[in-house]
Protein backbone atom coordinates (compact mmCIF):
# COMPACT_ATOMS: atom_id res chain seq x y z
CA UNK A 1 0.00 0.00 0.00
CA UNK A 2 1.50 3.59 -0.75
CA UNK A 3 1.56 6.07 2.01
CA UNK A 4 -1.43 9.21 1.44
CA UNK A 5 -0.79 12.22 2.53
CA UNK A 6 -3.92 14.31 3.05
CA UNK A 7 -4.61 17.53 1.56
CA UNK A 8 -3.96 20.64 3.65
CA UNK A 9 -6.27 20.97 6.42
CA UNK A 10 -8.24 23.71 7.92
CA UNK A 11 -7.13 25.11 10.85
CA UNK A 12 -8.96 24.47 14.32
CA UNK A 13 -11.06 26.87 14.91
CA UNK A 14 -9.49 27.88 18.36
CA UNK A 15 -6.47 28.71 16.34
CA UNK A 16 -8.37 31.30 14.67
CA UNK A 17 -9.93 32.58 17.05
CA UNK A 18 -6.46 33.39 19.22
CA UNK A 19 -4.65 34.83 16.29
CA UNK A 20 -7.49 37.23 15.02
CA UNK A 21 -6.07 40.08 16.58
CA UNK A 22 -2.58 39.36 15.55
CA UNK A 23 -4.35 39.26 11.81
CA UNK A 24 -5.72 42.17 11.76
CA UNK A 25 -3.09 44.21 13.53
CA UNK A 26 -0.82 43.08 10.86
CA UNK A 27 -2.85 43.90 7.77
CA UNK A 28 -3.49 47.66 9.59
CA UNK A 29 0.30 47.74 9.97
CA UNK A 30 0.96 49.51 6.45
CA UNK A 31 -2.30 51.34 5.44
CA UNK A 32 -5.68 51.80 6.52
CA UNK A 33 -8.33 49.69 5.55
CA UNK A 34 -11.61 48.86 6.05
CA UNK A 35 -13.62 45.65 7.21
CA UNK A 36 -14.59 44.37 4.25
CA UNK A 37 -10.51 44.83 3.15
CA UNK A 38 -9.78 43.17 6.02
CA UNK A 39 -12.15 39.94 5.69
CA UNK A 40 -11.08 39.41 2.08
CA UNK A 41 -7.33 39.83 2.41
CA UNK A 42 -7.27 37.47 5.38
CA UNK A 43 -9.04 35.08 2.85
CA UNK A 44 -6.68 35.77 -0.12
CA UNK A 45 -3.57 35.43 1.48
CA UNK A 46 -4.46 32.37 3.41
CA UNK A 47 -5.15 30.35 0.40
CA UNK A 48 -9.16 30.51 1.41
CA UNK A 49 -8.32 28.38 4.82
CA UNK A 50 -9.17 31.49 6.72
CA UNK A 51 -12.24 33.68 6.82
CA UNK A 52 -13.97 36.26 8.76
CA UNK A 53 -17.97 36.56 8.30
CA UNK A 54 -18.81 40.37 9.22
CA UNK A 55 -20.38 38.93 12.54
CA UNK A 56 -17.60 38.19 13.74
CA UNK A 57 -14.82 40.75 12.42
CA UNK A 58 -16.88 43.85 13.31
CA UNK A 59 -17.01 43.10 17.07
CA UNK A 60 -13.35 42.22 17.08
CA UNK A 61 -12.91 45.31 14.84
CA UNK A 62 -14.93 47.58 18.01
CA UNK A 63 -13.01 45.57 20.92
CA UNK A 64 -9.65 46.39 19.04
CA UNK A 65 -10.51 50.47 18.60
CA UNK A 66 -12.07 50.50 22.30
CA UNK A 67 -9.02 49.25 23.66
CA UNK A 68 -7.17 51.72 21.98
CA UNK A 69 -5.21 49.69 19.74
CA UNK A 70 -6.79 50.82 16.48
CA UNK A 71 -8.60 54.39 15.49
CA UNK A 72 -11.89 54.10 12.78
CA UNK A 73 -12.85 56.84 10.60
CA UNK A 74 -15.98 57.28 8.39
CA UNK A 75 -15.11 57.94 4.99
CA UNK A 76 -17.30 58.95 1.84
CA UNK A 77 -16.25 58.72 -2.07
CA UNK A 78 -17.98 59.61 -4.72
CA UNK A 79 -20.90 56.69 -5.61
CA UNK A 80 -19.56 54.96 -3.25
CA UNK A 81 -21.21 53.89 0.39
CA UNK A 82 -19.59 55.20 3.47
CA UNK A 83 -16.89 52.94 5.16
CA UNK A 84 -14.92 52.65 8.20
CA UNK A 85 -11.23 52.90 7.36
CA UNK A 86 -9.33 51.62 10.69
CA UNK A 87 -5.55 52.13 11.31
CA UNK A 88 -3.08 51.53 13.82
CA UNK A 89 -2.18 54.00 16.79
CA UNK A 90 0.88 54.16 18.40
CA UNK A 91 -0.85 51.35 21.18
CA UNK A 92 -1.61 49.15 18.28
CA UNK A 93 1.89 48.93 17.26
CA UNK A 94 3.28 48.12 20.84
CA UNK A 95 0.48 45.32 20.53
CA UNK A 96 1.22 44.23 17.19
CA UNK A 97 4.62 43.80 18.20
CA UNK A 98 4.10 41.75 21.46
CA UNK A 99 1.69 39.39 19.77
CA UNK A 100 3.93 38.52 16.69
CA UNK A 101 6.88 37.92 19.63
CA UNK A 102 4.18 35.86 21.09
CA UNK A 103 3.27 34.24 18.04
CA UNK A 104 6.77 33.43 17.06
CA UNK A 105 7.71 32.28 20.76
CA UNK A 106 4.46 29.54 20.69
CA UNK A 107 5.46 28.34 17.14
CA UNK A 108 9.15 27.58 18.84
CA UNK A 109 7.60 25.73 22.00
CA UNK A 110 4.94 23.57 19.70
CA UNK A 111 8.14 23.19 17.25
CA UNK A 112 10.61 22.00 20.20
CA UNK A 113 8.19 19.52 21.57
CA UNK A 114 6.25 17.89 18.40
CA UNK A 115 10.09 18.14 16.27
CA UNK A 116 8.06 19.64 13.35
CA UNK A 117 10.31 22.14 11.86
CA UNK A 118 8.48 25.71 11.36
CA UNK A 119 9.89 27.18 7.47
Known amino acids: MSEHTPPASMPEPEWKKG ?3 LLVLSLLEDQPRHGYDISKLIQVRSGGALRFHVTSLYPLLHR ?8 GRWVEKAQQRRRRYYSLTPRGR ?26
Open 19 to 21: SAE
Open 94 to 119: DALRAKQQSWKDFVALISRVTGVEHG
Open 64 to 71: LEKNGWIV
